[in-house]
């Protein structure tokens, strides 16, 4: 960390010296310039006034009478260039402007305060260079001092006063007062608290001051950096003509940051320095000013490639889209770039070039536009037998498929309807059927002879081929597009349809047949027909085969199964016919295949109904008879006892029958109960399985209790889904149950929980009582089957659950190890699922916990 | 009325009703001296071939004639008619099915397993006695068993 930071010093040090130079360097170019400035503006002032018209009337008139100052002549003309001239004296702030007759006498000063000390003297400043430099072009003086302002330093710009003629009259010169450049360079903007800006011109022994200094006011014209010392000062290098910058010592031997130039015009060197000690202490301050920066500059950076990146993208993502708008054949699409960088310009080339391309195409249309006018004018010339036998073929087809659809829907319709209808319905279907096979045997003579005309016209093409070459083409192309016309059929059928060779091997198949099988139409054609039809069905299906070859019928038709692909059966109904050729010899096989599962599935079912009802039926009239027949008897025997006194057998009578009358009553209300499952549900909600469980064991709490049953439920957050009343039902009727058959148990235990071990939510009712022996298990969910005559019950209870379960989706099963070992009944629900609350405590000791509340717990 | 030797019935009955009424009408024949009522078919099994609680021969007498109901807890009564068909012993035994059940299927299956006989309990009383009262007399009066 220390070693980076240093480094990271010492880099921003040497990066604040070069930022410190640039900032010197532009400080001193920036007082060059204006010290530049400063005296063009004066030079263009100065001709100005040399030519002033006024000056030059009055000029004479003031050199005449110079010497008679309150002379009226002398006064006017002086008021006259007074006016003239005070307003731009006092613009530019000259000290004074001086005018000289032609001896170099001063004969008008604009200063009032100098006026009379001026007159007929000479032009203030050394040696009167500034009058004898002048006579002939502009001159500007050496900066002096003035003993009557001292203090102060001054300048004359000065230049000749010709008149229209030629003639110089005398020299003006303008009094520039250094304050005004003193003023501009004592800004020291950029130049921290120690900086300055130095302005020195050449002298012979070194570099002459010409403006005061921060450190020495008095060093204007005064102070010299002299020549020959150890080192040579910037000042030093400008003054001789050097431009630069560095590290240098100064006039107080101080090291100084510096930059510094030679000012032609003026032969002046200017300097503008700062202490290296500010220059540098600042580092640090810098530094985190640096860093902040930086950061702002990166994030600005990140910020605008983003931006950059992002607008890039969606001109790429048009460009994209345009590429494959015109890829895929629109040719109208247009990127519609407006921007002006590359991805704009590459927009707009693509715009240019699809236009082209669509100018191509449409050419391109046209000229196909004409050669298919041409063939078809060519077509037109077809043979008209082709043209018959198309028709007779279609009209063939149209039959077949309007069958086809009248068999699809019939087979559908079957599936729907009941017992009754389904007798109807299969001898409607057999007329229909009738009416399909002799529609396929027309159909077949159809093929028959269209293959007939096909090869006819085959071999009148290639008559016609030996004769001329362009009916043969023609030729061609008719039993190319015949050809496809069965292709067409064979392909797109929605039934099955193969092709079969005798021996078996699947010649051809459609998309139609591999698709109810599960297969590629490779796939099939790689296989046998006794691999793929369900092994109890080869033996029809060979029967079927043998009795076409021996032409004992001409058509086959069979419900058989085929083997889906993966392994389960596939019901059809199929026909087959026999293809010969001409010499009676089989060809092959043609079959056509329909699926007829969902038929076969809805048979099944219905099947599966009606055994139910039997079942239903006949348990109802057997044990809705039994009581009945109880009651009946019982009341005579009461007769007979009244008659006879009996008393007591009356009591015992009249027990019968109130057991009997009971025992009917309660089997209508769950033969309701169970009637209604199923059929009047209620809407299906989520419930927790803690609540069903709870209302189950309140409506079971008396049997419960007088048995002293222990109940253990989970607190794993199950939630069930369906009919809730009908769930509660089912806890109910479990609980009552394992109540009732607790045998001589003399702990019973009631566990109700839930089981995942990865094959779905089970949900459990498990009891330690009686068990039962497992040969009795099956019995045990059929109505009114009871195994022990003696329980109270109707023997509806379990088929109510079962029903109940399976409406729900779900399967019921029940485990016992045999008598003794208690029973556990298992089941699943559709829709069962753990809660997504996080559940308090989970596992199988939680699952042993007694519930609390609501139920009496013993 | 009639003497002969007194006839063992096995009645195969649940409801405890309808071996009550069958109780009632064969033992007021004089001759009808013994009744063994078992309430389910695997109970019958056990007293036929005498295991568990009617493993002592003693214990399980063989009956004259069985009265059958078909549907029983535990074994129905068409399980209860094959097992006992295919013994060498018991199927001599002549099998009456006795049932509320008046269905073709369970006649059918009933004969096919090999019952002698199938009577449908009716539900008027008086058709009930006189059945009862018929049988008694046709079983128990005249019909001879081995010995």
Known sequence: MTIAGSLGFVISKRSLERSRVQGLESTAELKVQKIDDFFRERRGNLATIQKDATLLQNLPILAQYYGDPANPEYLKARALLDRRLDPISQSYQYNDILLTNPDGKIVYASNKTHFLHHLGRLLPGPGNASFLNAKNSVYLSDIFSNELEPGHFFMLLSGPINDEAGNFQGVLALGLNMDQLYILLKNNTGLGQTGETLLAKRVEDGALFLNPLRYDPDAALRKKALFGGNQVSPIQKAVQGQNGSGISVDYRGVQVLAAWRYIPDLDWGLEAKIDASEAFSAAHTLLKAYLVLSALVLLLGLLAASLTAKSLYNRIAILQKGAESIGSGDLDFRFGAKSQDEMGALSRSLDRMTAKLKSLTASRDELEKKVALASRDELGKEVAGREQAEGALGESEERFRANTVSRDKQDKDLATVTRDELGKEVAGRSLAEDALSESEERFRANTVSRDKQDKDLATASRRELRKEASGRKLAEDALGESEERFRVIFEKATVGKLLTAPDGKLLEVNPAFADMLGYTIEEVQQLNFDTITHPDDITESRECVRSLLANERSDCRVEKRYLHKSGRPIWTDESTTLLRDSQEAPLCFITTVVEISARKLAEEELRETNEELTRFTYTVSHDLKSPLVTIKTFLSYVEQDIKSSDAERVAKDMGFIRNAADKMSLMLDELLALSRVGRRMNPSVETPLSEVVKEALDLVAGQITSRGVKIKVTDEPVILFGDRPRLVEVFQNLVDNAVKFMGDQLEPLIEIGVEDQGTGIKLFVRDNGMGIEPRYQPKLFGLFEKLDPASKGTGIGLSLVRRIVEVHGGKIWLESEGLGKGTTFRFTLAGLKKSPEPPGERGEENERKPLEGGVNNV | ?147
């Open chain 2, 1 to 147: 009325m009639f003497e002969g030797e007194p006839v063992l019935i096995l009645l195969v009955e649940d409801d405890p009703a309808h071996a009550e009424i069958v109780r009632r009408n064969l033992t007021d024949f004089r001759v009808a001296n013994r009744i063994v009522h078992v309430a389910d078919g695997q109970a019958a099994l056990d007293y036929l071939f005498r295991r568990n609680q009617y493993a002592d021969p003693a214990a399980s007498p063989r009956p004259n004639i069985i009265l059958l109901d078909l549907r029983l807890p535990k074994v129905d009564g068409l399980e209860v008619l094959r097992q006992i068909k295919e013994d060498d012993e018991l199927k001599r035994i002549p099998i009456v099915v006795l049932t509320t059940s008046g269905a073709e299927s369970d006649m059918v299956n009933a004969y096919t397993r090999g019952a002698g006989s199938y009577l449908v309990k009716p539900v008027d009383f008086d058709k009930f006695t006189k059945l009862m009262d018929t049988f008694g007399y046709y079983w128990l009066a005249w019909n001879k068993f081995p010995e």
